[in-house]
């Protein structure tokens, strides 16, 4: 299915995509070409930033339009966009090599949550020795689950009692009973199993509760209803689609980022579009997105 519109960016690993209602905005990472874009949507203004080393995941920060609380490979921190400025919660959290900080999202209450990957399982000494984290807005992080190989995929049902989850290369999306009061999860369960080749990345639930979420390697976007059974595919012109949200004014865009990286040069003159950040018009209808700090 092709796109209504594509923004060519040419990402190596775009992910992280997030709308920002209050002004229209749509956001989203190049990962491994450190940059951060900002898209004002409809008129397709587009600024990239530099950021100070890879940047994984980000959401929006309550009271403060000028900054993000921010997922670098590294650990977590405050940063601001247009000058730079970067304020560190905690840098070098992970201490194995070969591990980086990966997607991230803020609750319906206001945290921000964020998963670690393996890159190199050699260096970090196992495959599986990623993490789940969750920053609370008093800064406290907790770890929330361990033994992961590509943390990926985090979303909450609109009620907030289920927490949406998947370790990428299991290719299994889980979920876990949620408390919204206290952040604490219970009772996993597999929630949807894909088949071989195909491997959830980023995702989100619409406004009927439905999860969407973006299948590596398999190029289409899934909507699986609240009961485990897809509901809808979008068939992508790309095989690496990693994140989705909605946003427009009435929320009923779907915007899908891509990445280029590990194509081969047949497959990159295949999939032109590869890199690109696509968009789908009234694809659905999405929820707003929540801010660190705020509590809805």
Same mark, same amino acid.
């Given at each position: 299915?092709?796109p209504?519109?594509?923004?060519?960016?040419?990402?190596?690993?775009? $992910?992280?995509?997030?709308?920002? $209602?209050?002004? !229209?905005s749509?956001w989203?990472?190049?990962?491994q070409? *450190?940059?951060?874009?900002? &898209? !004002?949507?409809?008129?397709?203004? &587009?600024?990239?930033?530099?950021?100070? $080393?890879?940047?994984?995941?980000?959401?929006f920060?309550?009271? %403060?339009?000028k *900054? &993000?609380?921010?997922? =670098?490979?590294?650990?977590f921190?405050?940063?601001?966009?247009?000058s730079? #400025?970067i304020e560190?919660i905690?840098?070098h959290?992970i201490?194995?090599?070969?591990v980086?900080?990966? #997607?991230? +999202?803020?609750? +319906?209450q206001?945290?921000?949550?964020?998963?670690?990957?393996?890159?190199?399982? /050699?260096?970090a000494?196992a495959?599986?020795a990623?993490?789940l984290?969750?920053?609370?807005q #008093?800064?406290?992080?907790?770890?929330?689950?361990?033994?992961?190989?590509?943390?990926?995929?985090?979303?909450w049902?609109?009620?907030?009692?289920?927490?949406?989850?998947?370790?990428s290369?299991?290719r299994?999306?889980?979920?876990?009973? =949620? #408390?919204p009061?206290s952040?604490e999860?219970?009772? +996993? !369960?597999?929630f949807?199993?894909?088949?071989?080749?195909?491997?959830?990345?980023?995702a989100t639930?619409?406004?009927?509760?439905?999860?969407?979420?973006?299948?590596w390697s398999a190029? +289409?976007v899934e909507?699986?209803?609240?009961?485990g059974?897809?509901v809808?595919?979008i068939?992508?012109?790309?095989?690496?689609?990693?994140?989705?949200? =909605?946003?427009?004014? %009435?929320?009923?865009?779907?915007?899908?980022?891509?990445? /280029?990286? !590990?194509?081969? $040069?047949?497959? &990159?003159?295949?999939?032109?579009l590869?890199?690109?950040?696509?968009?789908?018009? *009234?694809?659905? /209808?999405?929820?707003?997105?929540?801010?660190?700090?705020?509590? *809805?």
């Open positions: 299915m092709q209504s519109h594509a923004i060519s960016v040419n990402n190596l690993l775009g $992910e992280s995509v997030t709308w920002r $209602e209050h002004d !229209q749509l989203w990472t190049d990962v070409g *450190k940059q951060l874009y900002r &898209l !004002q949507y409809p008129a397709m203004d &587009l600024t990239n930033y530099e950021v100070p $080393e890879r940047l994984a995941s980000f959401g920060v309550h009271g %403060d339009r *900054k &993000l609380i921010c997922a =670098f490979e590294s650990g921190a405050f940063f601001w966009p247009t730079g #400025d560190w905690r840098r959290l201490d194995l090599p070969g980086r900080l990966n #997607d991230g +999202r803020v609750d +319906r206001g945290r921000f949550w964020a998963g670690s990957m393996v890159e190199d399982g /050699k260096q000494g495959p599986d990623g993490m984290y969750r920053i609370d #008093d800064l406290t992080i907790t770890p929330m689950e361990t033994g992961l190989h590509i943390s990926n995929g985090l979303a049902s609109l009620a907030s009692t289920t927490l949406y989850f998947c370790d290369p299991l299994e999306i889980r979920a876990y009973e =949620f #408390d009061e952040g999860t219970t009772n +996993r !369960q597999s949807y199993q894909f088949e071989e080749g195909a491997y959830p990345d980023g639930v619409d406004a009927a509760g439905n999860l969407w979420s973006a299948i190029g +289409r909507c699986i209803d609240q009961c059974a897809r809808g595919t068939d992508l012109p790309v095989t690496q689609p990693t994140c989705v949200c =909605f946003g427009g004014p %009435d929320l009923t865009t779907l915007f899908v980022t891509t990445a /280029k990286i !590990q194509l081969s $040069e047949d497959q &990159l003159t295949d999939q032109p590869a890199g690109a950040l696509l968009i789908y018009e *009234k694809a659905g /209808k999405g929820v707003p997105e929540n801010a660190f700090g705020s509590n *809805k």
